[in-house]
Protein backbone atom coordinates (compact mmCIF):
# COMPACT_ATOMS: atom_id res chain seq x y z
CA UNK A 1 0.00 0.00 0.00
CA UNK A 2 2.76 2.18 0.78
CA UNK A 3 4.66 1.73 -1.82
CA UNK A 4 1.73 1.89 -4.29
CA UNK A 5 1.02 5.59 -2.54
CA UNK A 6 4.67 6.25 -3.59
CA UNK A 7 4.70 5.28 -6.77
CA UNK A 8 1.30 7.35 -7.18
CA UNK A 9 3.17 10.30 -5.26
CA UNK A 10 5.89 10.03 -7.75
CA UNK A 11 4.16 9.77 -10.96
CA UNK A 12 2.09 12.40 -9.68
CA UNK A 13 5.19 15.19 -9.18
CA UNK A 14 6.46 13.81 -12.70
CA UNK A 15 3.41 14.69 -14.80
CA UNK A 16 3.27 17.97 -12.95
CA UNK A 17 6.84 19.00 -13.96
CA UNK A 18 6.90 17.87 -17.34
CA UNK A 19 2.96 19.52 -18.06
CA UNK A 20 4.80 22.81 -16.14
CA UNK A 21 7.86 22.28 -18.40
CA UNK A 22 5.60 22.26 -21.50
CA UNK A 23 3.61 25.46 -20.44
CA UNK A 24 7.13 27.83 -19.60
CA UNK A 25 8.16 26.00 -23.41
CA UNK A 26 9.09 28.91 -25.61
CA UNK A 27 6.62 29.68 -28.29
CA UNK A 28 9.82 30.31 -30.94
CA UNK A 29 13.79 30.28 -31.55
CA UNK A 30 15.26 32.18 -29.00
CA UNK A 31 18.59 31.98 -30.57
CA UNK A 32 16.87 34.61 -33.20
CA UNK A 33 14.94 36.45 -30.59
CA UNK A 34 14.29 36.77 -27.19
CA UNK A 35 11.05 37.65 -26.13
CA UNK A 36 10.55 40.85 -22.99
CA UNK A 37 6.48 39.71 -22.14
CA UNK A 38 7.33 39.35 -18.75
CA UNK A 39 8.91 43.72 -18.64
CA UNK A 40 7.05 46.84 -18.03
CA UNK A 41 8.73 48.72 -21.40
CA UNK A 42 8.73 52.93 -21.00
CA UNK A 43 9.60 55.41 -23.56
CA UNK A 44 9.91 58.59 -24.72
CA UNK A 45 10.18 59.90 -28.25
CA UNK A 46 9.89 62.59 -30.51
CA UNK A 47 7.48 62.15 -33.19
CA UNK A 48 6.21 63.64 -36.23
CA UNK A 49 3.08 62.93 -38.24
CA UNK A 50 2.81 63.84 -41.89
CA UNK A 51 -0.18 63.81 -44.19
CA UNK A 52 -0.77 64.68 -47.91
CA UNK A 53 -3.03 64.63 -50.08
CA UNK A 54 -1.72 64.95 -54.02
CA UNK A 55 -4.34 66.03 -56.49
CA UNK A 56 -2.72 64.64 -60.15
CA UNK A 57 -4.81 65.99 -62.88
CA UNK A 58 -4.75 65.51 -66.79
CA UNK A 59 -0.86 65.83 -67.96
CA UNK A 60 -1.48 69.60 -69.24
CA UNK A 61 -2.52 71.02 -66.01
CA UNK A 62 -0.11 71.40 -62.72
CA UNK A 63 0.29 69.07 -60.10
CA UNK A 64 -0.61 69.93 -56.54
CA UNK A 65 0.38 68.73 -53.12
CA UNK A 66 -2.20 69.53 -49.85
CA UNK A 67 0.03 69.22 -46.72
CA UNK A 68 -1.60 69.32 -43.17
CA UNK A 69 1.05 71.34 -40.74
CA UNK A 70 1.59 69.59 -38.51
CA UNK A 71 5.03 70.32 -35.68
CA UNK A 72 7.43 67.87 -34.03
CA UNK A 73 6.04 66.27 -30.51
CA UNK A 74 7.53 64.77 -27.66
CA UNK A 75 5.72 62.20 -26.32
CA UNK A 76 6.00 59.24 -23.26
CA UNK A 77 4.79 55.90 -23.59
CA UNK A 78 4.15 52.41 -21.72
CA UNK A 79 4.25 48.68 -22.91
CA UNK A 80 2.79 45.22 -21.26
CA UNK A 81 2.89 42.55 -23.12
CA UNK A 82 1.00 43.74 -26.86
CA UNK A 83 -0.98 46.90 -24.51
CA UNK A 84 0.98 50.01 -25.58
CA UNK A 85 -0.39 53.51 -24.30
CA UNK A 86 1.75 56.72 -25.64
CA UNK A 87 0.67 60.32 -24.96
CA UNK A 88 2.45 63.05 -26.93
CA UNK A 89 2.40 66.75 -27.82
CA UNK A 90 2.65 68.85 -30.29
CA UNK A 91 5.84 71.34 -29.89
CA UNK A 92 4.04 74.66 -31.39
CA UNK A 93 6.75 76.57 -31.78
CA UNK A 94 8.66 74.63 -34.20
CA UNK A 95 5.83 75.20 -36.67
CA UNK A 96 5.44 78.08 -38.84
CA UNK A 97 1.73 79.09 -39.16
CA UNK A 98 1.86 82.60 -40.70
CA UNK A 99 3.15 80.77 -43.39
CA UNK A 100 1.67 77.95 -43.98
CA UNK A 101 -1.86 78.40 -41.77
CA UNK A 102 -3.13 76.56 -38.96
CA UNK A 103 -4.03 72.65 -38.99
CA UNK A 104 -6.27 71.17 -36.44
CA UNK A 105 -6.53 67.53 -36.43
CA UNK A 106 -7.39 64.35 -34.23
CA UNK A 107 -4.54 61.76 -34.72
CA UNK A 108 -5.26 57.97 -33.84
CA UNK A 109 -3.00 55.37 -34.46
CA UNK A 110 -2.58 51.44 -33.48
CA UNK A 111 0.30 49.55 -34.40
CA UNK A 112 0.05 45.77 -32.66
CA UNK A 113 3.09 43.89 -33.07
CA UNK A 114 2.44 40.43 -32.01
CA UNK A 115 4.02 37.16 -32.39
CA UNK A 116 2.34 36.07 -35.53
CA UNK A 117 -0.08 39.20 -36.22
CA UNK A 118 0.47 42.41 -37.30
CA UNK A 119 -2.27 44.94 -37.43
CA UNK A 120 -2.29 48.91 -38.05
CA UNK A 121 -5.22 50.66 -37.55
CA UNK A 122 -5.48 54.72 -38.29
CA UNK A 123 -8.46 57.33 -37.66
CA UNK A 124 -7.38 60.53 -38.97
CA UNK A 125 -9.21 63.98 -39.22
CA UNK A 126 -7.56 66.96 -40.54
CA UNK A 127 -8.45 70.63 -41.10
CA UNK A 128 -6.27 73.39 -42.87
CA UNK A 129 -4.11 72.45 -45.68
CA UNK A 130 -1.39 74.81 -47.46
CA UNK A 131 -0.64 73.92 -51.38
CA UNK A 132 2.87 72.89 -52.68
CA UNK A 133 4.68 74.21 -54.98
CA UNK A 134 5.36 77.11 -53.13
CA UNK A 135 3.40 79.69 -54.61
CA UNK A 136 1.19 78.52 -57.11
CA UNK A 137 -2.08 79.93 -57.13
CA UNK A 138 -1.17 81.83 -53.61
CA UNK A 139 -2.56 85.40 -53.36
CA UNK A 140 -0.37 88.56 -54.17
CA UNK A 141 2.14 88.67 -51.45
CA UNK A 142 1.80 85.37 -49.63
CA UNK A 143 3.77 82.68 -50.25
CA UNK A 144 1.17 79.51 -49.89
CA UNK A 145 -2.46 78.74 -51.60
CA UNK A 146 -3.98 77.82 -48.03
CA UNK A 147 -7.16 75.87 -47.12
CA UNK A 148 -9.02 76.82 -44.39
CA UNK A 149 -12.18 75.13 -44.61
CA UNK A 150 -10.75 71.70 -46.44
CA UNK A 151 -11.00 69.15 -43.94
CA UNK A 152 -9.89 65.29 -44.86
CA UNK A 153 -10.99 61.81 -42.78
CA UNK A 154 -9.21 58.67 -43.30
CA UNK A 155 -9.90 55.49 -41.75
CA UNK A 156 -8.71 52.87 -42.23
CA UNK A 157 -7.29 48.65 -40.98
CA UNK A 158 -4.89 47.06 -41.89
CA UNK A 159 -3.69 42.68 -40.79
CA UNK A 160 -1.64 40.88 -41.46
CA UNK A 161 0.20 37.28 -40.89
CA UNK A 162 3.56 36.66 -40.28
CA UNK A 163 4.67 33.43 -41.61
CA UNK A 164 7.81 32.80 -40.08
CA UNK A 165 7.20 33.93 -36.36
CA UNK A 166 9.54 31.38 -35.33
CA UNK A 167 12.67 33.50 -36.01
CA UNK A 168 11.47 36.98 -37.22
CA UNK A 169 9.61 39.29 -34.49
CA UNK A 170 8.24 42.73 -36.05
CA UNK A 171 7.94 44.08 -32.35
CA UNK A 172 12.02 43.81 -31.88
CA UNK A 173 12.73 46.87 -34.32
CA UNK A 174 9.21 49.16 -33.73
CA UNK A 175 8.03 48.38 -30.45
CA UNK A 176 11.08 47.49 -27.79
CA UNK A 177 8.95 44.24 -26.99
CA UNK A 178 12.19 41.96 -28.43
CA UNK A 179 15.48 41.71 -29.11
CA UNK A 180 16.19 40.52 -32.36
CA UNK A 181 19.44 38.35 -31.96
CA UNK A 182 20.14 37.19 -35.24
CA UNK A 183 19.27 38.08 -38.81
CA UNK A 184 16.34 36.56 -39.69
CA UNK A 185 12.93 37.86 -42.23
CA UNK A 186 9.48 36.92 -43.27
CA UNK A 187 6.60 36.97 -45.94
CA UNK A 188 3.27 38.29 -44.84
CA UNK A 189 -0.16 37.71 -45.85
CA UNK A 190 -3.22 39.93 -45.25
CA UNK A 191 -5.63 42.84 -46.53
CA UNK A 192 -6.79 45.87 -45.38
CA UNK A 193 -9.58 48.37 -45.70
CA UNK A 194 -9.62 52.07 -46.00
CA UNK A 195 -12.49 54.89 -46.01
CA UNK A 196 -10.95 58.48 -46.95
CA UNK A 197 -13.30 61.75 -47.52
CA UNK A 198 -11.85 64.85 -48.56
CA UNK A 199 -14.03 68.02 -48.61
CA UNK A 200 -13.96 71.59 -48.52
CA UNK A 201 -16.38 75.04 -48.50
CA UNK A 202 -16.04 75.13 -52.12
CA UNK A 203 -13.84 73.75 -55.16
CA UNK A 204 -10.96 71.83 -53.78
CA UNK A 205 -9.45 72.79 -57.14
CA UNK A 206 -8.20 76.56 -56.90
CA UNK A 207 -9.35 78.65 -60.69
CA UNK A 208 -5.62 79.63 -61.54
CA UNK A 209 -5.19 75.96 -61.30
CA UNK A 210 -7.63 74.12 -63.35
CA UNK A 211 -10.99 76.68 -64.07
CA UNK A 212 -13.35 73.82 -65.39
CA UNK A 213 -12.61 71.96 -62.34
CA UNK A 214 -13.06 75.15 -59.92
CA UNK A 215 -16.51 76.12 -62.02
CA UNK A 216 -18.05 72.41 -61.68
CA UNK A 217 -17.15 73.30 -58.02
CA UNK A 218 -16.22 69.29 -56.87
CA UNK A 219 -15.95 69.88 -53.00
CA UNK A 220 -16.22 66.40 -52.05
CA UNK A 221 -14.34 63.27 -52.45
CA UNK A 222 -15.55 59.87 -51.16
CA UNK A 223 -13.38 56.62 -51.50
CA UNK A 224 -14.02 53.00 -50.03
CA UNK A 225 -10.78 50.37 -50.59
CA UNK A 226 -11.20 46.68 -49.76
CA UNK A 227 -7.84 44.33 -50.69
CA UNK A 228 -5.69 41.50 -50.00
CA UNK A 229 -2.29 42.30 -49.74
CA UNK A 230 1.12 40.28 -49.47
CA UNK A 231 4.74 41.42 -48.54
CA UNK A 232 7.82 40.97 -46.64
CA UNK A 233 10.12 42.17 -43.58
CA UNK A 234 13.59 41.49 -43.00
CA UNK A 235 15.70 42.39 -40.01
CA UNK A 236 19.44 42.56 -40.30
CA UNK A 237 21.43 41.97 -37.41
CA UNK A 238 24.98 43.35 -36.96
CA UNK A 239 27.80 43.80 -34.04
CA UNK A 240 25.16 41.70 -31.82
CA UNK A 241 23.09 44.68 -30.39
CA UNK A 242 22.71 47.02 -33.62
CA UNK A 243 20.02 46.20 -36.36
CA UNK A 244 18.09 47.60 -39.54
CA UNK A 245 14.33 46.53 -40.09
CA UNK A 246 12.65 46.61 -43.36
CA UNK A 247 9.66 45.86 -44.74
CA UNK A 248 7.30 46.63 -47.51
CA UNK A 249 3.17 45.11 -48.25
CA UNK A 250 1.58 45.43 -51.49
CA UNK A 251 -2.33 45.66 -51.66
CA UNK A 252 -4.27 45.35 -54.73
CA UNK A 253 -8.12 46.55 -53.72
CA UNK A 254 -11.01 47.06 -54.67
CA UNK A 255 -11.83 50.71 -55.29
CA UNK A 256 -14.97 52.56 -55.36
CA UNK A 257 -14.94 57.05 -55.66
CA UNK A 258 -17.15 59.49 -55.72
CA UNK A 259 -16.93 63.14 -56.96
CA UNK A 260 -19.60 65.36 -55.90
CA UNK A 261 -20.05 69.10 -57.71
CA UNK A 262 -22.86 71.19 -58.75
CA UNK A 263 -25.43 68.53 -59.91
CA UNK A 264 -22.40 66.13 -60.19
CA UNK A 265 -22.45 62.62 -58.55
CA UNK A 266 -19.86 60.65 -59.85
CA UNK A 267 -19.10 56.93 -59.15
CA UNK A 268 -16.15 54.94 -60.01
CA UNK A 269 -15.24 51.40 -59.47
CA UNK A 270 -11.67 49.76 -60.27
CA UNK A 271 -8.56 48.44 -59.26
CA UNK A 272 -6.05 49.84 -57.03
CA UNK A 273 -2.74 49.24 -55.92
CA UNK A 274 -1.36 50.79 -52.50
CA UNK A 275 1.97 50.22 -50.54
CA UNK A 276 2.72 49.99 -46.83
CA UNK A 277 5.91 50.56 -45.31
CA UNK A 278 7.97 49.89 -42.56
CA UNK A 279 11.68 51.50 -41.66
CA UNK A 280 13.58 51.08 -38.58
CA UNK A 281 17.15 51.20 -37.26
CA UNK A 282 18.64 51.08 -33.48
CA UNK A 283 20.75 49.50 -30.67
CA UNK A 284 19.37 46.85 -28.70
CA UNK A 285 20.66 45.79 -25.11
CA UNK A 286 18.53 43.81 -22.33
CA UNK A 287 17.98 46.87 -20.74
CA UNK A 288 17.76 49.62 -23.01
CA UNK A 289 17.21 50.64 -26.63
CA UNK A 290 17.46 53.63 -28.86
CA UNK A 291 15.85 53.12 -32.36
CA UNK A 292 14.69 55.66 -35.10
CA UNK A 293 11.42 54.52 -36.58
CA UNK A 294 9.16 55.67 -40.04
CA UNK A 295 6.22 53.70 -41.06
CA UNK A 296 4.38 55.10 -44.14
CA UNK A 297 0.73 54.41 -46.16
CA UNK A 298 0.12 55.24 -49.59
CA UNK A 299 -3.89 55.39 -50.90
CA UNK A 300 -4.54 55.92 -54.43
CA UNK A 301 -7.68 56.14 -56.53
CA UNK A 302 -9.34 58.11 -59.20
CA UNK A 303 -12.06 60.47 -60.04
CA UNK A 304 -14.24 59.30 -63.10
CA UNK A 305 -16.03 63.09 -63.50
CA UNK A 306 -12.31 65.30 -63.53
CA UNK A 307 -9.86 62.18 -64.64
CA UNK A 308 -8.09 63.32 -61.63
CA UNK A 309 -5.76 60.77 -59.94
CA UNK A 310 -5.89 61.38 -56.01
CA UNK A 311 -3.05 60.03 -53.51
CA UNK A 312 -3.34 60.05 -50.02
CA UNK A 313 0.12 59.61 -47.88
CA UNK A 314 0.78 59.53 -44.53
CA UNK A 315 2.93 58.20 -42.24
CA UNK A 316 5.14 58.92 -38.91
CA UNK A 317 8.61 58.92 -38.10
CA UNK A 318 9.28 58.65 -34.27
CA UNK A 319 13.04 58.23 -32.27
CA UNK A 320 12.56 56.20 -29.18
CA UNK A 321 14.77 55.55 -26.00
CA UNK A 322 12.89 52.48 -23.76
CA UNK A 323 13.65 51.42 -20.86
CA UNK A 324 12.26 47.29 -19.85
CA UNK A 325 11.11 47.30 -16.48
CA UNK A 326 11.46 43.65 -15.12
CA UNK A 327 8.53 42.11 -13.40
CA UNK A 328 9.69 38.95 -10.89
CA UNK A 329 12.51 37.25 -10.56
CA UNK A 330 12.40 35.17 -13.44
CA UNK A 331 12.45 37.72 -16.08
CA UNK A 332 15.55 40.00 -14.33
CA UNK A 333 17.52 36.22 -14.39
CA UNK A 334 16.57 36.67 -18.75
CA UNK A 335 17.98 40.03 -18.20
CA UNK A 336 20.95 39.72 -16.57
CA UNK A 337 24.28 39.44 -18.92
CA UNK A 338 25.61 36.59 -20.17
CA UNK A 339 28.57 35.61 -21.93
CA UNK A 340 27.69 35.85 -25.67
Known amino acids: MIKAAALFLITSLA???????????????????RSFKGTIIVRA???????????????????????????LSFGVGVTYRSLSLNISHGLNFLKSDALK????????????????????????FYKGFYMTPEG????????????????????????????????????????????????????LLGMEAFYIASNGDSSLVPHAVDSVYNQENIHKIHLFEIGPG??????????????LLGSLNANLNLRYSREIGNGIRSDKIGISPNFLFRLGAGYTSRWWSLNITWIG??????????????NITTGN????????????????????????
Not at 15 to 33: E, F, I, L, N, W
Not at 50 to 63: A, G, I, R, S, V
Not at 230 to 243: D, I, K, M, R, S
Request: charged share 20%; with cysteine; net charge positive.
Open 15 to 33: CYYTTTAQMVKPDHDTTYY
Open 45 to 71: YLSRTYFQDKFEPPPELQKMNYHANKP
Open 101 to 124: GKTSSTDLQLHLYKRKWVIDALAQ
Open 136 to 187: LAAPTGESYYKRPDMGVQLVGLSVNRVLNDQRFCYGAGLSQNAWQRKSAGSF
Open 230 to 243: VGYAYTLVFGYNFF
Open 297 to 310: TTVNTEGKYSGYDY
Open 317 to 340: YRLVYARRIAIGHQMRKILAPVPY
